[in-house]
């Protein structure tokens, strides 16, 4: 299953080369997952066109090369690390963040 935003914007007003940005994570189970993530995200000026395919736990955008650090800082803030990024106890806390940004994604 993959969920969509389609989100325009400029960022800063500087004409980007655009490309796609796919960033594997970890720790999408389910559609709350999804409704957080996409919320997140969409505070991000630059990316558009957010798919999440909760199966190959991928996300993937549109926007300029230069905004994949960011995008890769905000997942993980939210509970989401880019696959084999985190381990040992910080593994345990982006897990745990991920079931509270789930939450808040069930119910908003």
């Known amino acids: 299953m ?4 389609l989100q325009r914007g400029v960022h800063q007003g500087v004409f980007m080369s655009v490309n796609q940005i796919q960033i594997h994570v ?5 559609g709350g997952c999804e409704k957080s993530i996409l919320k997140g995200l969409a505070s991000l000026e630059g990316l558009s066109d957010v798919v999440i395919d909760r199966d190959q736990q991928l996300v993937s955008a549109t926007g300029d090369p230069s905004l ?14 880019e696959q084999g990024s985190v381990s040992g106890l910080e593994a345990g806390l982006t897990n745990a963040k991920s079931f509270v940004s789930c939450a808040i994604g069930r119910i908003s």
């Open 68 to 81: 994949r650090e960011a995008l890769v800082a905000k997942l993980k803030s939210m509970g989401y690390p």
């Open 26 to 30: 970890e720790n999408i189970k389910c």
């Open 2 to 5: 993959s969920i969509r935003l």
